[in-house]
Each structure stands twice: as structure tokens, then as C-alpha cells.
């Protein structure tokens, strides 16, 4: 059974940092997998946010948060990475950890479908 966990939100003022933490288990191979970052501030939509294609590592940000927001993982660990800077007002939402679990893939996965969701972390940044 897969299980994502968020950790890492809070409340940060305009321009600071942030780092999330997602931990997934359960994935046939997390290093193989496609796994990311969505967000959903209220009254939106969700979005996505970034996400990592495992299988040959390629790194993938919405135009809203390049140059700000910095995804990585420790395979190691099954754990995905989001270090936020120059946070602003606007990235306020609730953050999702999802994966595609997959045991090869290569491809931009910001557009895909994810299968597994974590229940979500609240980032808010006060300004």
C-alpha cells in the first residue's frame, strides 16, 4: 500500500524560506517513480508545482515558482524535497505530495496524471 506524508508547512513571512518534506512508502520503486508537488490555495484550482521524473532524474516547475522553488529527493530515504524561497503572499495554499508510481520513467511529468496523493501540508505566508 502507498502512503504519502507531508511535513514542513507553515507560517513564513514574505521573502523567507520554507522546506517541505514528503515521505513515500510503498512504491514499487520511488527512485524509478514520477513524484511532485502540487498546490491548492482556496477558491482555485490546484496546480502543480514541480515534480521530478525519476528514471532520468529531469526537474520540472511551473512558471510561477522558477528560480524560487528548488524539488530534490533522497532516494535513499523516500523523500521528496521543496525548498521555497522569496516566498510571497501568493504561494499560500495547501501542498500535495503525489506519485506516479512506475518502475521506468523518463518523461516531463508536470501534465500527467498522478495515482497516489498525500493529505497535504498548509503553507502560508504572511506579508
Known amino acids: 500500500e502507498v502512503h504519502i506524508v507531508e511535513s514542513g508547512g507553515g507560517l513564513v513571512q514574505a521573502g523567507g524560506p520554507l522546506r517541505l518534506s514528503c515521505v513515500a512508502s510503498?512504491?514499487?520503486?520511488?527512485?524509478?517513480?514520477?513524484i511532485g508537488w502540487f498546490r491548492q490555495a482556496p477558491g482555485k484550482e490546484r496546480e502543480a508545482v514541480s515534480c521530478?521524473?525519476?528514471?532520468?532524474?529531469?526537474?520540472n516547475y511551473a512558471d510561477s515558482v522558477k528560480g524560487r522553488f528548488t524539488i530534490s529527493s533522497d532516494n535513499a530515504k523516500n523523500t521528496l524535497y521543496l525548498e521555497m524561497n522569496s516566498l510571497k503572499s501568493e504561494d499560500t495554499a495547501v501542498y500535495y505530495c503525489?506519485?506516479?508510481?512506475?518502475?521506468?520513467?523518463?518523461?516531463?511529468?508536470?501534465?500527467?496524471?498522478?495515482?497516489?496523493w498525500g493529505q497535504g501540508t498548509q503553507v502560508t505566508v504572511s506579508s
Open positions: 503525489a506519485a506516479i508510481e512506475a518502475i521506468y520513467y523518463n518523461r516531463d511529468c508536470l501534465d500527467d496524471e498522478f495515482d497516489y
Open positions: 510503498g512504491l514499487i520503486s520511488f527512485g524509478d517513480s514520477a
Open positions: 521530478i521524473s525519476g528514471s532520468d532524474g529531469r526537474t
